[in-house]
């Protein structure tokens, strides 16, 4: 009796934790949601209307016809996607030499990807501003897709060599003596087996350049250019009461992430707990 | 098929840890060799260095009249069956059996015919179109059998293949294994740490122990004859009885002393036996009990009697040392009993020395 | 060969076709692979860092961006640095913030991670919400909270009158006041970036063994003492990792401090990576000086990985 009542007390206190835990973090998400929602005169109500009666798509509307939303969400694609894709390509490559190949002094440079990955970006922003000034990078989807790869690949390259280091060594060596090369043995043997991981590693990838500010700010001034984070922090801050929209923004901005979200959600622990000490 | 032959084959990993210390030997064409010995013994490495997964440090490796020694894998012609069967798991078996034909570009009529032999060969039709994990652990076996035997390659290898399927599957495996050796004749080399199955299945047993080859021959010659005591010790269960002791010579007659206790030692012995310090050896089976400890048997106490099915383990104290013996199943012995023992004079065998390489002792 | 034997003609054809060559052999492999990332390694970190610590030895200004050029001068930005009060300033904000927030965080996410190790209904739910906020788009995550910040019409205010914690009438203007503003900056980054403690210390938790917590039960311990005589010490190797790295990360972080306060008001949230971008890539453009700045936090970073290696070897060896 009293044992079953201490732990229904306990359960009882996990589920009060676990809904503080949930305002916490869900309630910044639920406003952004709502007020992308709302009329703008509701959104400054005091007190606040806390879930509109009748939703409207204004915003969303307005988003696409008075900015160039459409746009930076699409510079923002074509940016992240150059980079992830060039990162994985080579990234891949590398780790597949790092964790199976002799290399010589193989450990410093595992050390090395770490290091580069922990490299923040803003000790590596002057730099790259001069010289891609100089070999005419500045201002260019490609040049930020080549900052990018600063961070990209050191992640890739660390997260993937985990990942390869778990494929049995045994299958490449039956493949090798079915009749494979090296690289078949990669390409038919090693590559399937670690394709859901390599996929997860690139959606984390997409996700760091989607997400990311300074480099994009920087580097990419022209309107037409921008990707989405400098975009979006421009027009909110020359538009800093249309909250509406602003939000609206917000949400679309987040949406690729939480798509992504579904699909990586099991690999996260290996994407950010192995190697992820930054982000 | 092709004959296997070290030229003083050596392995060195890193700055000095010697693997293999240098093969030299032969395997003959068709044969069924087996490399056996302890975990580190080098045997895995050797048959890495047939495979071409391992650089030798030095020395040649030669198929027939053949330098493969520079060879990648896939250019020697072999086939080898891991320990871990070492399946692709996304492919289906089929895919699986298929894959070595790809890569050497057989045809697609041709592939399918040789699918469907071996598939029929080895019992596994049922489940070509099934992936691996959806298999049990001996039809594994028999695709990862399958995919070497299918490539039909001149050297086939196996690297602890039964090890690990359970015991009752392992011996009908075993005898499945001796079939096929006997259906397709290719030389096959087989290493293994189990030495049941090394004599079980094999036309020659190569000896390994710290990197360096201990005796080479038919199961029977080293069952019978080991070259040293290492070999006399590993191969056989229970082990080999050894009994360390001195010679000394009574009215022209050699005979083994240990505390007292003497064993006089055949002609065929005598003439060799000019060691001090010895082991004399004697396998348990070739111990005869009697109840009476009369004058030509060696007196003894019996420790305990284990009953292991078929026959008996009697563990003996023999001046102050334990050693066994095996008797039929219907023994009266028990623990406590005094007995006395009878080794069979034509079975033992004298060791030059106590270390692991002490030498054999033979009639000229 | 006997049964299953191709033709002897079929074999040879099958041999040979089977021989390709190597086109790279496998000892030059390993170095062919790693080439190209090694380029990009060379060519976007190692070589901008070191053109980086040339330019903190160069007057830099706008007009040599195009030449690449640049005067000679010596330590005179580090003398510069030295003497500047807002980089002392600056120092001492990135230091506070980066060691508040880490401790928040590191707190707050290891409280989180023993909550979702717990089981409750919808725990799959819910661990996948707490890593929102991480994932999510800095740019984003600050427009929200800015909202939310509002004096007249944000919910904190709303929520804190109706707690009764303040009046109405004193409606805080969070981002506005010095203290309030780096408490409100400190907030973003708590939310934000506290999922990734929670990942990391949940993912260690999970593989203490159980039976650790049943002998400890067996032999008496009660909840607290389980707690801290065994998950404590169990992960307590990976706080100090993360607490290593994490000061790292913030104490270099820029994102949400610009956009939130741009380093106002009155400076109270003016950090070292506000102080490059002010220096270097706004107003000024005084690239030489942001070099100085950016060479020592580089410095400052060598040494904390200095110690994570030293204590990376140290768990090697035990």
């Not at chain 1, 890739?156 to 490449?172: G, H, I, K, Y």
């Not at chain 3, 740019?139 to 009158?161: E, P, R, S």
């Amino acid at each position: 009796m009293t044992r079953s009542f201490r732990r229904s007390l306990a359960q009882g206190r996990t589920y009060l934790l676990v809904i503080l835990l949930l305002l916490f973090v869900g309630f910044p998400l639920f406003w952004m949601l709502m007020s992308s929602g709302k009329l703008n005169s509701d959104i400054v109500r005091i007190p606040p209307v806390w879930i509109p009666f009748l939703p409207t798509l204004e915003h969303y509307e307005e988003l696409f016809e008075v900015t160039q939303f459409g746009r930076w969400f699409l510079n923002s694609l074509l940016v992240c996607s150059l980079s992830t894709i060039s990162a994985v390509t080579l990234g891949v490559l590398g780790a597949y030499s790092l964790s199976r190949l002799k290399v010589r002094g193989k450990e410093l440079l595992g050390r090395s990807v770490l290091l580069a990955y922990m490299f923040p970006g803003v000790l590596l922003v002057i730099p790259l501003v001069l010289v891609f000034t100089r070999i005419g990078l500045m201002n260019s989807q490609v040049g930020l897709a080549l900052a990018y790869l600063t961070f990209a690949l050191p992640f890739v390259m660390w997260v993937m060599r985990d990942f390869l280091a778990s494929v049995p060594v045994d299958l490449e060596e039956a493949a090798m003596i079915d009749g494979a090369s090296r690289l078949e043995a990669l390409r038919d043997v090693v590559l399937p087996q670690a394709f859901p991981g390599i996929i997860a590693t690139g959606i984390f990838a997409f996700l760091f350049a989607w997400n990311e500010y300074l480099f994009a700010a920087v580097l990419v001034r022209s309107h037409d250019l921008q990707t989405l984070p400098p975009a979006m922090a421009n027009f909110a801050s020359a538009m800093d009461t249309r909250w509406g929209l602003i939000m609206a923004a917000s949400t679309l901005a987040t949406l690729p992430m939480a798509i992504a979200f579904a699909f990586v959600q099991k690999y996260l622990i290996t994407g950010l707990g192995a190697g992820g000490v930054k982000g | 098929m092709a004959r296997v032959r070290f030229d003083k084959l050596r392995k060195v990993f890193g700055r000095d840890v010697v693997a293999v210390a240098g093969l030299d030997f032969e395997i003959a064409d068709g044969s069924f060799v087996s490399l056996v010995g302890p975990s580190g013994c080098g045997k895995s490495t050797a048959l890495r260095m047939i495979a071409g997964l391992e650089e030798p440090t030095s020395g040649r490796l030669l198929f027939d009249d053949r330098d493969v020694t520079g060879l990648e894998p896939r250019d020697r012609d072999i086939a080898m069956v891991f320990q871990s069967y070492a399946l692709y798991p996304h492919m289906s078996v089929r895919e699986n059996l298929e894959y070595g034909l790809r890569k050497r570009r057989v045809p697609a009529a041709e592939r399918d015919q040789r699918v469907a032999r071996i598939a029929a060969m080895l019992h596994i039709e049922p489940f070509l179109e099934r992936k691996p994990r959806q298999l049990s652990g001996g039809q594994r076996q028999r695709v990862a059998l399958g995919r070497a035997l299918i490539r039909d390659p001149e050297v086939f290898l196996l690297d602890e293949p039964l090890s690990n399927l359970d015991a009752k599957l392992r011996v009908h495996m075993r005898a499945e294994l001796a079939t096929l050796h006997a259906r397709v004749g290719t030389t096959m080399i087989y290493v293994t740490h189990d030495q049941l199955e090394a004599m079980t299945l094999s036309d020659r047993i190569v000896v390994m122990s710290q990197g360096v080859v201990q005796q080479i021959g038919p199961p029977e010659e080293v069952y019978a004859r080991p070259a040293n005591r290492f070999v006399a010790e590993f191969i056989g269960t229970p082990s080999m009885n050894l009994m360390a002791g001195e010679l000394d010579e009574e009215g022209g007659k050699a005979r083994f002393r240990r505390n007292g206790v003497t064993v006089p030692l055949p002609d065929s012995l005598t003439a060799a036996a000019d060691a001090r310090q010895v082991l004399l050896g004697i396998r348990p089976e070739d111990i005869r009990i009697t109840a009476d400890s009369g004058e030509a048997t060696i007196p003894a106490q019996v420790a305990v009697a284990e009953l292991a099915g078929a026959e008996k383990y009697i563990y003996l104290d023999v001046a102050g040392m334990q050693i066994i013996a095996r008797t039929d199943a219907d023994s009266p012995v028990r623990g406590g009993d005094r007995v006395g023992l009878h080794f069979r004079p034509d079975r033992l065998h004298l060791f030059d020395g106590t270390s692991d390489e002490a030498k054999a002792i033979r009639a000229g | 060969m006997t049964v299953e034997a191709a033709s002897p003609q079929e074999t040879v054809a099958t041999r040979v076709a089977g021989i390709g060559r190597t086109l790279i052999p496998d000892r030059w492999l390993g170095l062919v692979l790693l080439a190209p990332s090694a380029v990009v390694f060379l060519l976007l970190l190692i070589y901008p860092l070191l053109y980086g610590i040339w330019t903190s030895f160069h007057s830099v200004d706008i007009l040599d961006l195009a030449s690449g050029g640049g005067s000679f001068v010596g330590f005179d930005n580090y003398l510069w640095l030295l003497q500047n009060a807002q980089f002392w300033h600056a120092l001492k904000t990135s230091t506070l913030y980066a060691g508040i927030v880490v401790t928040l965080q590191i707190v707050l996410g290891t409280a989180v991670a023993l909550l979702l190790h717990q089981s409750f209904k919808g725990r799959a739910f819910v661990r996948g919400l707490v890593l929102f906020p991480y994932m999510m788009p800095v740019v984003a995550v600050i427009l929200v909270w800015m909202l939310l910040y509002n004096a007249l019409f944000g919910a904190i205010n709303y929520i804190l009158f109706s707690l009764g914690l303040i009046s109405r009438i004193d409606a805080i203007a969070w981002l506005s006041q010095p203290d309030s503003a780096f408490a409100g900056v400190v907030l973003v980054s708590l939310w934000k970036y506290f999922p990734f403690v929670v990942v990391i210390v949940l993912a260690r938790l999970q593989v203490i063994p159980q039976d650790l917590y049943e002998a400890a039960r067996i032999d008496g311990a009660g909840a607290w003492s389980r707690f801290v005589d065994i998950t404590l010490r169990e992960i307590k190797d990976v706080l100090i990792v993360i607490a290593l790295l994490r000061t790292i990360f913030m104490f270099n972080n820029f994102e949400v401090v610009f956009l939130l306060t741009h380093g106002g008001p009155m400076q109270a949230t003016l950090t070292l990576p506000i102080l490059v971008y002010e220096t270097a890539l706004d107003g000024d453009r005084a690239f030489g000086r942001g070099s100085a700045i950016a060479v020592v936090m580089f410095g400052l970073l060598m040494m904390t990985m200095m110690v994570y290696f030293r204590f990376l070897r140290r768990e090697d060896r035990q």
